[in-house]
C-alpha cells in the first residue's frame, strides 16, 4: 500500500486523515523538510529521500507490494509535487499557493498556477487571460512583465518576505519564492 | 480579531493550525455543513450562517471588532469561498479542487481552475491552453467540449459518483460537480 501524503508548508498543517496515515505506516519516506513536519506522528521506520528521480521511485513502489509505506510530499502532492511521480493514493495537504493566495486575498478561480521551478517559464501570454501565481527560483527575470504590479513572496512560514511593486524594480532573492502578477 | 477558516470538505480534513483557532474563539460562525465538519473543535458560541450576503458579512466584522471571531468556510476560503468577502485572516483548508486533483493525479500547475457554481461559463477558450476544472452545478451545459475526454466528479466524500468520457455523452447530476477537461 502506497500513500502519497502532504504535509502542508508550515509546522501544524497536517490534517487529521494525513496524521493517521502517517502514524499507521510502517515505512516513511520524505525529504528532510517533510519529514520534520510529520515527526510528530511517525511511529514507524523513516527514510530520508536524496535524490528525486525515477529509480527512487519505483524502488518506493516495489517496497509498497508488501509493506505499509507513505512518502511525505511537503504542500500538496498535485501541486509541482510527488502526486504525478508515483503510482498511489493522494492524501491533499495545504500548498504555498494555497498560503500565498490567503496573505494576498485572492481567489485561486481567477488566477493561473505556473511552476517555473528550476525550468524556463514559457506561458507568458497567459497574463492577458487571468491573475499568474508563479512558483520561482532566483533565476526568474521579472522584467518580462515591465510595470505590471506584482507581489513577491520569499519563504513563507521561514523568514517570510512580502514584496509589492512594480515588476521591473522588484528582485528575487530566495530559490522559494512565489510571484504574484496581477492581469 | 476575524479568522477565516478553511475545514476542507471531508471529515478529518481539518488542520492542527485551523483546530487551534477555531476552539480558541468566542464565536464559530458557518453553513451547517462547516459547523458539522468544525462541531469537535468548537467550544465557543456558533451561529449558522442562512444568507450569504454583503450585510452579513459586515455584521460579522463589525463583531469581531471586540470579540475573537471565526467563520468557517468549507474547502479553502480561496476558491469560490470567503476569503475574498470578509476582511480578516485566511487559514487555508483543503479544497475539492484538491480532492478532484488527487483522484485523477493531475497537477495544479498543468490545470487552470474555473468557477461556473450558479454564474455563467465564459472561459471555453482556455481549453486551448491548458487542462480545466471547473466546479459546476447541473445546470452547466457539457455539449461545449463536444467529443472531449472529461472526468466529472459529484459529491466527493458523500455518495462520490466518478465518470470519464466523452463530454457530449455524459450528464451531469448534482449541483455539486467538478468537472475535469483534457487539453
Known amino acids: 500500500m502506497l500513500n502519497i501524503v502532504g504535509v502542508g508548508i508550515c509546522e501544524g498543517q497536517i490534517t487529521e486523515r494525513a496524521s493517521k496515515l502517517i502514524s499507521q505506516a510502517e515505512i516513511v519516506f520524505g525529504s528532510r523538510r517533510a519529514l520534520k513536519l510529520a515527526s510528530k506522528f511517525i511511529t514507524g521506520e523513516f527514510f530520508e529521500i536524496s535524490k528525486f528521480e525515477e529509480r527512487t ?104 518576505r512580502f514584496l509589492v511593486g512594480k515588476a521591473d524594480e522588484l528582485r528575487i532573492s530566495s530559490d522559494y519564492s512565489i510571484i504574484f502578477v496581477w492581469k
Chains 1, 2 share one sequence.
Not at 79 to 99: A, D, F, H, R
Request: charged share 30%; aromatic share 4%.
Open 57 to 160: 521511485y519505483r524502488e518506493i513502489e516495489a517496497l509498497a507490494e508488501e509493506k505499509n509505506v507513505v512518502v511525505l510530499s511537503t504542500g500538496d502532492p498535485m501541486v509541482s509535487g510527488l502526486g504525478t511521480k508515483l503510482k498511489g493514493n493522494v492524501e491533499p495537504g495545504i500548498s504555498s499557493v494555497q498560503m500565498a493566495l490567503a496573505r494576498l486575498k485572492e481567489d485561486l478561480c481567477n488566477t493561473i498556477v505556473i511552476d517555473a521551478h528550476a525550468k524556463k517559464f514559457e506561458e507568458l501570454e497567459l497574463i492577458d487571460k487571468r491573475n499568474l501565481l508563479i512558483l520561482a527560483d532566483r533565476n526568474f527575470d521579472l522584467s518580462a512583465f515591465g510595470k505590471r504590479k506584482v507581489a513577491v513572496l520569499e519563504d513563507i512560514c521561514g523568514r517570510e
